[in-house]
């Protein structure tokens, strides 16, 4: 076999199976002729990837409600979710300071400290 028509079937055969595994797009050429291209594969939703995601948005909503109360507010709204139902006790773990949401709130002043400073 010529090793051009060999590459030439490799690659048809390729196509073939990308239009088997993600289906074809049926367009009409200008010359009448129908060509049916694959479709780009779906993304896989991994639910590792949407907990991810969850975490980083309450991580983000919790620097952001710190920074808008400051401490002292932040830690009085703590201890009241703290004394409520089973819920607020909850959102209470959740919502407790630590390391990082200190130094995200730090990063955070020192970069609003700078854009002040630059405007």
């Known amino acids: 076999m010529n090793p051009s028509f060999s590459q030439r079937l490799r690659r048809i055969e390729r196509t073939h199976d990308r239009i088997n595994r ?21 993304l896989v939703r991994s639910p590792i990837r949407s907990l991810v995601l969850t975490a980083f948005l309450i991580f983000s ?3 952001a409600i710190y920074q808008a109360l400051g401490q002292e507010a932040y830690l009085a709204k703590l201890a ?14 959740f919502m407790q300071l630590e390391p990082a949401t200190l130094w995200a ?15």
């Open 22 to 42: 993600n289906g074809g797009k049926v367009t009409i050429g200008k010359d009448g002729l129908i060509i049916v291209k694959p479709k780009m594969p779906k």
């Open 61 to 63: 909503a919790k620097v």
């Open 105 to 119: 709130s730090a990063q955070i002043n020192t970069l609003s400290q700078w854009i002040s400073a630059v405007t």
């Open 80 to 93: 009241e979710l703290a004394q409520g139902n089973g819920f607020d006790r909850t959102a209470a773990f």
